[in-house]
């Protein structure tokens, strides 16, 4: 914490804005069923007797009781953001987790074997950067869409993919400074 209380003028307040910015969103998702106005994949105001009386107005603009208006299928788009975050925390977690599980030990184990199996694995995580990131993503969860399906794990998969190299790279360094060293 010590490089986040010495931070002085912009970087101070870029900082605490992003701090803030994710802690709202990571909120946003804990409460979202106390914070929607609507379930996600609401359509109507009331149920009775199992069916649907009052729909929602299709593609409506925002109001008072739709504050980001309704989509085409008459759902509302404010409750479908709120419920949103927590599909995209999900996605995010399972990303940084997968990515840490794999690039560590890849790194972990290039910089300290070196040689043939060093060059193989740079190899391919400097191939991995050459890509733009999102096209690579992208590219990535089409080629899964037909094997696991679409999905907060097919994302989460191919988000992880582009971020291994980075993970990757920072371990593999600090591997081989220690490596290097005396003791």
Known sequence: L???????????????????LVLFFV??????????????NQYCAHLVHG???????????????HWF???????????????GAQTAIEVVVLAVIFSVCVGVPLGLLAGYVGGWLDRVLVLIMDALFAFP?????????FLLENKIGGGVMTA????????????????????ITVREELY
């Open 2 to 20: 010590g490089p986040l209380l010495e931070a002085r003028g912009l970087a101070r307040w870029m900082v605490w804005i992003g701090l803030g």
């Open 27 to 40: 909120v946003l998702a804990v409460f979202a069923p106390q914070i929607a106005p609507y379930n996600w």
């Open 51 to 65: 069916a649907c009386t009052g729909r929602f107005p299709k593609q409506a603009a925002p109001s008072g009781a």
């Open 69 to 83: 208006g309704t989509t085409v299928e008459s759902e509302d788009v404010l409750s479908r953001v709120v419920f």
């Open 133 to 141: 990131y999102l096209l690579l993503a992208i590219a990535i969860a």
């Open 156 to 175: 989460a998969i191919s988000i992880t993919v582009v971020y291994i190299p980075q993970y990757f790279r920072v371990v593999r360094n600090s591997m």
